[in-house]
């Protein structure tokens, strides 16, 4: 019996362009003034709640002390490095997927952040950084004719 599968283009649109916007992103990042080759680059998700951003950046077998945190000019950027462990001889290898090396990954910040209050955690090889949304600015409500010229005008004629 075969099973139909409804076409959902625009979900492989998004995979399509994660998965280019992890390579590209990778690519240039190495160059940035690193003298190491960045070998890979974590998947990140990121969400929405009623008063924050979340960025979950999955970074296993990456201890705490290996990872650096920066917030700067509205750019939130995590990097770090996973150390290779050391093979022993008698071992056989058949297949290398994971990456070892450094890894940088930059996203954008909302405008107006305040830097101070970006909190972060690292559980299970997932690093959680919590991102509070900026106060949005409220608009000022400016009368129609209470300027100076006004008040003075409306004095003489009492």
């Not at 929405?48 to 960025?55: K, N």
């Amino acid at each position: 019996m075969t099973t139909l599968v409804r076409w959902e283009p625009f979900r492989d649109i998004t995979q399509l362009q994660g998965e280019m916007s992890r390579l590209m992103n990778g690519l240039f990042e190495g160059s940035q003034g690193r003298t190491t080759p960045q070998s890979w680059v974590p998947a990140l998700d990121v969400w929405e709640t009623d008063s924050e951003l979340v960025y979950a950046f999955d970074v296993p077998g990456v201890p705490e002390d290996k990872i650096t945190i920066e917030a700067h000019d509205d750019t939130l950027t995590v990097s770090g490095e996973r150390e290779q462990r050391t093979q022993e001889q008698g071992d056989r290898f058949y297949r290398f997927e994971r990456r070892y090396g450094s890894f940088a990954r930059g996203v954008g910040l909302p405008a107006g952040v305040d830097d101070s209050k970006i909190t972060a955690s690292y559980e299970n090889g997932v690093l959680e950084v919590h991102v509070p949304k900026p106060e949005e600015a409220k608009p000022r409500r400016i009368q129609l004719g209470n300027g100076p010229a006004d008040v003075e005008a409306s004095a003489q004629a009492s």
